[in-house]
């Protein structure tokens, strides 16, 4: 270890926040948030570890960790200036969201505490990776502040991380306040260090982390802990906040000046100043030569940066989701002998030939593995099969579940992960809306997460309000997610496999009511090259007169709906979508073109429906083709109840799709 370097880049971050602090006074930037007191522990983290070969997840404090892994303050200042070529996020995210690729620092975002899982999946990848005999492994490091430890995905990840005893090091930087609030509002006694002692194998370690040396040891420990597959650690690290949280605030609003009188007295700059005078590292002059190299540099690089363009407004909608197009595969049909099967069955099939064929295909989630193969058996023998290693039960946690998949698939894992019902999908909500979906683009390309989650969904099962939820309007509204709604195993089969093998994250819908039906089953192609593409949906039963537009288990109802029509001589033709997103809207144009009648059909609540979408769309360009308003059917506005007769009278019935279809065809 260099002493001198050490306080180098301690210092630098200092110099940056002042920098950062004094442009933005200029009007250059809207926004700071400083390392200002943190700069010891983090400069100490980082030295223990590998630059290039271990891997960090920070957060917006980590600026003089992030130097130390090989940021430089070029890095820094293009991202706070809102310049193209900001390496953290092309400036698309706000200042000190760090990410660069090049030092394995996947991009972070804002929610406080989403880190944690995604690097206890990194470490799990580490883990994956490793082969029997190896002694030495590459260590994740995740940081957050003292306030953040109160999120609920803190504790799952400390209870994942010791579960599977992962190479995986919690620092968190404990300044005492979370924005406002003191650590003694976010918990009792007020203590980091108490939330350890309930998880098996993870050490805690406690450090003042304004002193340099002693924050080397600490992390020194805590890393070669991991480094040796010994298990993980939290480290307890007293920081000092010397600014206000952020440039949005000021503290003495709730901040007496003695406290603050006494944080200044903790710089740890200063600390390392007289650490390395009394040590003779170096002399005084030596040290006013460097501080004023530093400053310059800092200067300099400043000027540099603010000379360098902003991004192009032409380049904000890239990278949403993943350039590359949807497969064109020839659309095969399987032999006529082939045997029938139902759409649970077709799902397994899906996922075993994707797991022989893709060694770093992982299936985890809740009761999947062994011999119960999920609770709907779709992933049934998959344990057996491929290994534990590869089909294996996660902890009840859905936020884990989420949270882990983004690590593995950041390790270039293919996730493909089952939340057990949709109605528990909530849970996971920040993982999937802020993190899984947002990777690519927040990230400018640099990272991805082709993660897929397998979630069955909806009604007509007696399943009641938690057993019966639509889900698809909600995530439709998320730019970057695919998303998918097969009503029979042909369709099932060939877009599960386009999922898995995508590079965009997939929330692949299965419907309860439809996985063992005669009716939803199919021949499945016996062919390797077989897929579906995203995109595309079908044309369930041609006709003439009115276009019944749905997805799911009502298209079924819809076809019954379209059979009693006829005896009153009624043509109907049903859409079956099957792909949500992207919407095959020239389908429904075609059809509306030779029907001029359109019913939007949906078993979600009709307020705000992804049929609210699909009616939006047809109004604003097919009004023409048009011969009568569109209507909509749709699940009341009420929560699935559990008597048949209650969910009868909430959900969409096929009496209900006549009445509507005739009220259409007579207006
Ligand atoms: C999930 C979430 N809730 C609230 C916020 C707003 N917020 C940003 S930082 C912060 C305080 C974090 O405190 P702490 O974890 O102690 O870190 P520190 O800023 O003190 O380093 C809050 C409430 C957020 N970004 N994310
Ligand atoms: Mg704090």
């Keep these: 270890m260099d002493p001198i370097r050490a306080y180098r880049l301690m210092y630098m971050s200092r110099v940056l926040d002042k920098k950062m602090g004094n442009l933005l006074k200029q009007g250059k930037s809207f926004f700071h948030i ?24 920070p957060y917006y404090r980590d600026q003089a960790l992030c130097l130390t892994l090989g940021m430089t303050p070029q890095d820094v200042l293009l991202g706070f200036l809102g310049k193209a070529g900001d390496p953290s996020s092309g400036s698309r995210q706000m200042p000190q969201h760090f990410g660069h690729s090049a030092y394995n620092i996947p991009s972070s975002s804002s929610p406080t505490g989403s880190q944690y899982l995604q690097a206890v999946g990194c470490a799990l990848a580490t883990k994956m990776n490793a082969k029997k005999s190896q002694k030495e492994f590459e260590v994740t490091v995740v940081c957050s502040g003292d306030g953040t430890t109160s999120q609920g995905d803190f504790h799952e990840a400390l ?98 000046e003695e406290e603050l009188a006494k944080d200044v007295k903790r710089d740890p700059i200063d600390h390392m100043r007289a650490w390395l005078l009394e040590g003779k590292y170096l002399s005084k002059a030596e040290l006013a030569d460097l501080d004023k190299a530093i400053e310059k540099e800092v200067s300099d690089v400043a000027d540099e940066a603010e000379a360098v363009p902003p991004p192009t407004a032409e380049t904000a909608l890239l990278y949403v989701s993943s350039e590359t197009p949807e497969p064109e595969v020839p659309q095969i049909e399987a032999k006529p002998d082939a045997q029938d099967i139902v759409l649970v069955d077709a799902i397994n099939r899906a996922l075993d030939e994707e797991m022989r064929t893709n060694p770093k295909m992982l299936v985890f989630g809740q009761d999947v593995a062994k011999g119960k193969g999920g609770v709907f058996t779709a992933t049934r023998g998959l344990t057996e099969k491929h290994g534990i290693n590869r089909c294996f039960n996660a902890p009840l946690a859905e936020s884990s579940i989420v949270g882990v998949a983004i690590g593995l698939a950041l390790r270039g894992y293919k996730p493909v992960a089952e939340i057990q019902f949709g109605d528990y999908i909530w849970t996971a909500m920040n993982q999937i809306r802020n993190e899984l979906v947002t990777m690519r683009y927040r990230s400018n390309n640099m990272f991805a997460c082709p993660t897929v989650l397998r ?210 065809v007579n207006y």
């Design 34 to 57: 400083g390392a200002m007191g943190h700069e010891a522990v983090q400069v100490a983290a980082g030295l223990n570890m590998k630059v290039k070969t271990d891997w960090l997840f």
């Design 159 to 256: 209870n994942w991380a010791s579960r599977d005893a992962l190479p995986v090091v919690f620092l968190i930087e404990n300044n005492g306040y979370a924005i406002s609030v003191p650590l003694i509002e976010q918990r009792a006694k007020g203590q980091v260090g108490n939330l350890a002692h309930g998880y098996h194998g993870l050490e805690l370690i406690e450090v003042d982390g304004c002193h340099f040396a002693e924050s080397m040891a600490a992390m020194k420990k805590a890393i070669t802990r991991a480094r040796r597959g010994e298990g993980p650690s939290l480290v307890d690290a007293s920081v000092v906040r010397l600014l206000p949280h952020s440039s949005s605030d000021d503290q003495r609003k709730y901040r007496v």
């Design 455 to 664: 979630v069955p969904v909806g009604g007509y099962i007696h399943g009641g309000l938690c057993h019966s939820q639509n889900i698809e309007a909600t995530f439709s509204h998320f730019p970057g997610l695919k998303i998918a709604l097969p009503s029979n195993a042909y369709d099932a089969y060939g877009l599960l496999k386009t999922a898995i093998r995508g590079e965009d994250p997939v929330l692949f819908l299965e419907h309860k009511a439809l996985y063992r039906q005669n009716f939803a089953k199919s021949k499945l192609p016996d062919d390797p090259k077989f897929m579906l593409p995203f995109g595309r949906g079908r044309v369930a039963r041609p006709g003439t007169d009115l276009t019944i537009i749905t997805y799911g288990a009502l298209v079924y109802r819809s076809l019954e709906a379209a059979r009693l029509l006829e005896a009153d001589d009624v043509s109907v033709e049903v859409l079956d979508l099957v792909s949500i997103r992207p919407l095959d809207f020239e389908l429904i144009r075609k059809s509306i073109a030779k029907t001029s009648r359109a019913l939007v059909l949906y078993e979600d609540v009709k307020f705000m429906g992804f049929g609210a979408e699909i009616s939006a769309q047809i109004a604003e360009s097919c009004f023409e083709l048009l011969d009568a308003p569109i209507m909509r059917v749709a699940g009341a506005d009420s929560p699935i109840p559990y008597a048949q007769q209650l969910e009868e009278a909430v959900l969409p019935q096929v009496k209900g799709i006549v009445e509507g279809a005739k009220k259409l």
